[in-house]
């Protein structure tokens, strides 16, 4: 039962003054205090939520972007997903996306896990679903996107993310999700 007396591990925040505030994300110096007493600013960055989902078809393959990411200059594969619009469900959002990035429509929409990236600096909650099957409706894949769609086989997802093939917390967090369910008897 939390008393709601703070804890001796607990970091004191005496304030948070925001650099930058965009539609995408905010940016703030947190002033903070250890339990030792150490006192320092911290960079805070709070980015709206996001959804993604693990497209996995009747032959055991999951539906992936190939990608360059300019922060990194890699080019990376991912799982589609996105940015929530304000007020949307994280499920609307999920198969929203698939279907704009890939021009593939989700059959199913199953929750898999929650997750934040970065909990020292950075606030962004991140859905990922699961769909079983998903269904072509004839438009191409976003340029902006990918530069192309891949059905990857679940049984090379391991070994491509230990190549830095898929690097992206999303993606190695939703595939990694669907790993262990399957290695547990849940999918």
């Not at 947190?30 to 320092?40: C, K, N, S």
Request: net charge negative; charged share 30%; glycine share 8%.
């Amino acid at each position: 039962m939390d008393t709601g007396a703070r804890r001796a591990s607990e970091w004191t925040i005496h304030g948070e003054r925001v650099v930058d505030d965009t539609r995408r994300a905010v940016l703030s110096v947190a002033d903070v205090e250890l339990p030792d007493g150490v006192r320092f600013e911290q960079y805070v960055l709070r980015v709206p939520a996001a959804a993604m989902v693990v497209v996995l078809d009747d032959a055991d393959r999951v539906l992936m972007m190939w990608r360059h990411r300019f922060i990194i200059d890699r080019w990376v594969w991912e799982l589609p997903g996105g940015y929530l619009d304000p007020d949307e469900e994280p499920a609307a959002c999920a198969a929203r996306e698939v279907e704009e990035e890939t021009g593939w429509r989700p059959r199913t929409m199953e929750p898999l896990l929650e997750f934040q990236p970065m909990v020292g600096t950075i606030d962004q909650r991140n859905v990922v679903y699961l769909s079983r099957g998903a269904d072509h409706t004839g438009a191409a894949p976003d340029v902006n996107e990918a530069e192309r769609l891949g059905w990857i086989p679940l049984a090379e997802v391991e070994q491509r993310i230990k190549a830095g093939e898929i690097v992206g917390s999303g993606s190695v967090t939703g595939l990694l999700a669907v790993l262990l369910a399957r290695a547990t008897g849940r999918i």
